[in-house]
Structures are given as C-alpha cells and as structure tokens.
C-alpha cells in the first residue's frame, strides 16, 4: 500500500530582510511626517506676526475711514460685559474685542467704532460700524470681510453710493426699503441684492443694540 504524501509545510515565517523593509518604511513615513509638521509650524510662526500686524492694520484703518479720519483714537476693551480702557495681565490685545472712540481736534467725541457681523446671502458679513452712541446717527460703515456674490450681493462694498446712503441715519432700529427714501431711520436697499443690503442692516442694528447699552453704562460710570 502506496503512502499519501500531504501537500504544505510549515508556515512561511518573515526573513529577517522582510522585518527590516517594514521597520525602514516605518522610520522613513515617521521620520519625513515629523518634518512636515516642523516646517508647518515654523511657516506658521514666521508668517503669525505679518498676518496679526496686517489685520491689526486693516482695523484701523477701517475704524479712520468710518469716523472720518478722527484727530485722535481711544480705545475701550470688553472685559466680561463691561468696557474697560485696560486688559486683564496677559490678554492678547489683537484677540481682545475693542470699542475704538474717536475726537476730533478740539476733543470733542464725534462717535464711537465697533466689529460686528451675522450671516448674508452667501457668506458671513462683517463690518466695522461708525455711529454716535448718544443719538445712534450712523457715521458710516466699512466692509471687514464678505463672500456674496460677484455684481450683485458684493455692492454692500463696492458701490459707495450705498455706503453714503447710511451716514446720518439713525439706527433706533434701521430699516430697509426697495424705493428712495428720506425717513431718518430708513434706507433703500440695493435693487437684486436686497438679501446683503438687509444683512448690512442687520449688522448695523446688531452693533448698535449690543454696543450703545455696555456705552451708556461706562459713560454713567467714568462720567465721561
């Protein structure tokens, strides 16, 4: 009687050259993935500072052009709910949300300037808001940031006949309307943007509503 030879031996174990590939391969993906997140974090700590000085710039010039080149700036910081003129030790005074107040030559206040923003028709709308917090007449607004869409909803910053119609305008609230109008807390709204238009407005009674309250109590405060 023939005898049946099995097929299959023992199972095939690594070769020690087959260990070292996978170790090399593991070394080489650690070793070039701690690089990239080296030269990612040095890229972003060179460039942190440009980036904070720009937009720090860009503030103030947003804050210039919508108090109308003011003679002089003070600048107030939220700290909890209340205005303060300084900063807890060790805040970020980038990062810090400020009221910036503008006076002309003689000393006079001529209004106040504030961040705001909510969302438009594509796009979230923010803006720098320029209004006296006494009598809530608007000195103007610059758009900070905004996506909406090209030739219709970016109008908000690109047709200054729009911009000009909110100077003087009280904000008690704002309210927007389609035809031309004379109404002291009224303006008319872009024709084809009227979703942008009423964002900006939005803003605007946001800014005024949330800003005016936390002023009043500072002035009756400091008895400025």
Do not use: C
Not at 82 to 88: E, F, G, Q, Y
């Amino acid at each position: 009687m023939t005898g049946h030879q099995h097929g299959g031996g023992a199972p095939a174990t690594p070769t020690p050259d087959a260990g070292s590939s996978t170790a090399r391969l593991l070394f080489t993906l650690a070793f070039f993935g701690a690089l990239g997140g080296g030269i990612l974090a040095y890229t972003y700590q060179k460039t942190l500072g440009p980036i904070r000085k720009f937009a720090g710039e860009k503030v103030e010039v947003a804050v210039k052009e919508v108090l109308g080149a003011p003679a002089t700036l003070d600048t107030l910081y939220l700290v909890g709910d209340k205005l303060s003129k300084t900063l807890p030790q060790g805040a970020d005074v980038l990062e810090a949300t400020k009221v910036f107040i503008g006076y002309n030559g003689k000393g006079e206040q001529i209004g106040v300037a504030v961040e705001e923003f909510t969302p438009g028709f594509s796009s979230e709308v923010h803006l720098m808001v320029g209004f006296n917090p006494a009598t809530t007449a608007l000195t103007g607004f610059k758009v900070l940031s905004q996506t909406e869409t090209p030739g219709l909803g970016d109008k908000i910053e690109k047709d200054p006949s729009f911009m000009t119609r909110f100077v003087g305008k009280l904000a008690n609230p704002l309210k927007g309307t389609k035809s031309a109008t004379t109404d002291a807390s009224t303006v008319q709204t872009i024709t084809g943007a009227t979703i942008s238009s009423k964002a900006v407005i939005k803003v605007i009674n946001k800014a005024v509503g949330t800003w005016k309250p936390r002023l009043d109590a500072y002035a009756k405060e400091s008895g400025k």
